[in-house]
């Protein structure tokens, strides 16, 4: 393949039309997502009911949660190596490619060690390296295909991407809970990994029609370059407050690893990294005009620009560790509502998927018109805002409902199709608007690694539940919280609610004094 195919070319000479090779990329994605959601929602059930047997009854909830998030850490924490890998060295297509395989090895540990913690847990520990790794590369990929002539059409294909993502997911949460209940959990695991290989063979079969966008050359003048010599340039009569903070982080950051009896490796690890990327970041920030004699005026503000997107990442982690407890804390508190007996707990995350595909489609015909007629644009940043807000309400709603089953009174879980429509609106606001933004704040030779940053904040979101449910742990919290008069469950889903609702606030502030940017590729 060139490093420009003849599918960019046309693009050119057609502006106004869709990329044909746009299919073959929603494909993938929609398959890969059945088998990433098809395995990740039954994860806390079959935790609970079978893989951690050996624990006591009171304790298996608990630990289940523990190893999902931490799972859940891992796939959005390697998307920091496949991004490096894609942008420095094997480029979108390659990288993509070949994490892939090691995805369907994944799949493949999971329906064969279904009965051996160590075997299993290799399984999730390939699947967070295999779908963690093409995460940050399939979405800017898609982006990739498009020019400043055509960019107008990539928020539809945006959404279409966001949409198919939700159809993988909702058969998947419909169906394979049924298979795990009724065949097992090797047929329940193993349909997924089928389905990935499907995934791998449809993206390999656009080859051909793909623009590829080779990686970018060793840069003199790149990110880390000019964040070092920030960091380490002395002007004589001059403090390095930036190498102070700096030096101080990487210390934070060796003492958090000695959390690893709370937390364990995973979370004490990324902890760590967490302290390192904001100790050095707003160290750079102090110092990065020292560095315009090496690298020039550019290269200087480009890095201002990056640190300013990643605060906008950093304030979204809240809105993650709500979102993604929908598959554990959510799963569990359904386990004790009321409902048909053939219903399964795990079934009500199709709900989401579901709301979805529903909700995109009325918000770009209906409710984004709607307001552009009142004369209020509905941004990225807005949109964002908003969302965030929405999931702080749907965690009021849940904390709610768990003081009526704490009390011992029965309550059906329909009452959950409420926080989930909440949650899933705001999550529309903030994830489908978030891969969008990220790509386009992006300078071409970071677009992977500024989407991987844009997934780190998933990592950190589910880093600040491992946090939570570890101090909870603790006689002196528990005996704090008691004297609410609340339950431990209950506090903890009140204060999530706090935490999201403080956040929208902050990000609201912050977003007035963003200065966008276009990161477009050229006509």
């Given at each position: 393949?060139?490093?420009?195919s ?12 869709m ?9 993938n994605?929609?398959c890969?997502?059945?088998s990433f959601y098809?395995?990740?929602?039954i ?7 079978s893989l951690?047997?050996y624990l006591?009854e009171?304790e298996?909830?608990s ?8 799972f ?8 920091l190596?496949g991004?490096?890998l894609?942008d420095?060295f ?10 892939s395989l090691i995805?369907?090895a994944g ?11 160590h075997g299993f847990?290799a399984?999730?520990?390939l699947?967070?390296l295999g779908?963690?790794?093409i995460?940050p590369l399939?979405?800017?990929?898609v ?6 002539s ?9 959404d279409?991407f966001?949409?198919?993502?939700n159809l993988?997911?909702f058969f ?13 959990p090797s047929?329940?695991f193993g349909?997924?990994?089928?389905l990935m ?9 656009g080859?051909?029609?793909y623009?590829i966008?080779?990686?970018s050359p060793p840069?003199?003048?790149s990110f880390?370059n ?5 960091l380490?340039?002395?002007?004589p ?12 982080g990487?210390?934070l950051?060796v ?12 979370g004490?690890?990324c902890?760590?990294?967490t302290?390192?990327?904001v100790?050095?970041g707003v160290?750079a920030w102090?110092?990065v ?5 090496k ?7 480009g890095?201002?620009?990056v640190l300013?997107v ?5 304030l979204v ?5 709500l979102f993604?407890?929908?598959a ?12 048909p007996s053939?219903?399964?707990p795990?079934q009500?995350?199709a ?8 909700l995109i489609?009325l918000?770009?015909t209906?409710?984004?018109?709607f307001?552009?007629r ?5 941004t990225a940043?807005?949109r964002?805002t908003?969302?965030i807000a929405?999931s702080?309400l749907a965690?009021i ?11 011992g009174d ?5 009452w959950?199709v ?8 705001g999550?529309i606001?903030?994830t489908?608007?978030g891969?969008?933004?990220a790509?386009s704040?992006?300078?071409a030779s970071m677009?992977?690694?500024l989407?991987?940053f844009?997934?780190l904040s998933?990592?950190v979101g589910?880093?600040?539940?491992l946090?939570?449910n570890?101090?909870?742990k ?6 704090k ?8 469950t209950?506090?903890q889903?009140f ?5 999201a609702?403080v956040t ?7 977003a007035?004094g ?5 990161h477009?590729?050229?006509?």
């Amino acid at each position: 393949m060139t490093a420009i195919s003849e599918a960019a070319v046309s693009t050119a000479a057609a502006p106004a039309r869709m990329p044909r090779q746009i299919p073959f990329i929603i494909a993938n994605e929609g398959c890969e997502r059945f088998s990433f959601y098809g395995m990740r929602n039954i994860l806390t059930p079959f935790l609970v009911s079978s893989l951690l047997l050996y624990l006591p009854e009171a304790e298996r909830p608990s630990m289940a949660k523990e190893v999902f998030h931490s799972f859940v850490i891992g796939v959005y924490f390697f998307p920091l190596l496949g991004g490096w890998l894609s942008d420095r060295f094997f480029g979108k297509y390659n990288t993509t490619l070949w994490f892939s395989l090691i995805y369907c090895a994944g799949h493949a540990c999971l329906a064969a060690f279904d009965h051996n913690r160590h075997g299993f847990y290799a399984g999730l520990f390939l699947i967070a390296l295999g779908s963690g790794g093409i995460k940050p590369l399939v979405t800017a990929f898609v982006g990739d295909q498009f020019d400043k002539s055509n960019k107008h059409l990539a928020k539809l294909v945006y959404d279409a991407f966001y949409w198919i993502i939700n159809l993988g997911s909702f058969f998947a949460s419909l169906f394979m809970p049924i298979f795990l209940r009724d065949f097992g959990p090797s047929v329940a695991f193993g349909i997924p990994g089928i389905l990935m290989l499907v995934a791998t063979i449809v993206f390999w079969s656009g080859r051909k029609r793909y623009v590829i966008v080779p990686p970018s050359p060793p840069d003199p003048n790149s990110f880390l370059n000019v964040v070092r010599t920030s960091l380490l340039a002395h002007e004589p009569g001059q403090s390095r407050p930036g190498l102070v903070l700096a030096i101080v982080g990487a210390v934070l950051a060796v003492g958090a690893l000695g959390l690893m009896p709370q937390l364990h490796f995973v979370g004490s690890f990324c902890l760590a990294l967490t302290i390192v990327l904001v100790f050095f970041g707003v160290g750079a920030w102090m110092q990065v005009d020292r560095a315009k004699a090496k690298h020039g005026d550019e290269a200087c503000e480009g890095v201002r620009a990056v640190l300013r997107v990643l605060v906008v990442f950093a304030l979204v982690t809240p809105f993650f560790s709500l979102f993604d407890q929908k598959a554990s804390t959510w799963v569990l508190q359904a386990g004790k509502m009321t409902k048909p007996s053939w219903f399964e707990p795990a079934q009500m995350q199709a709900l989401n998927p579901a709301l979805v595909m529903t909700l995109i489609p009325l918000n770009n015909t209906l409710l984004f018109p709607f307001l552009r007629r009142l004369g209020y644009e509905p941004t990225a940043l807005r949109r964002m805002t908003t969302g965030i807000a929405f999931s702080g309400l749907a965690w009021i709603v849940v904390g709610m409902m768990q003081l009526v089953i704490d009390r011992g009174d029965p309550l059906s879980i329909t009452w959950q199709v409420l926080p989930y429509a909440l949650l899933t609106f705001g999550e529309i606001l903030v994830t489908a608007t978030g891969y969008e933004f990220a790509y386009s704040q992006a300078p071409a030779s970071m677009k992977g690694g500024l989407m991987s940053f844009f997934l780190l904040s998933t990592t950190v979101g589910n880093l600040w539940v491992l946090l939570v449910n570890a101090s909870v742990k603790s006689e002196a919290v528990t005996a704090k919280i008691a004297t609410t008069g609340l339950s431990v469950t209950a506090f903890q889903m009140f204060f999530f609610a706090g935490f999201a609702l403080v956040t929208a606030v902050i990000f609201g502030w912050y977003a007035r004094g963003y200065r966008v940017v276009d990161h477009y590729r050229k006509a």
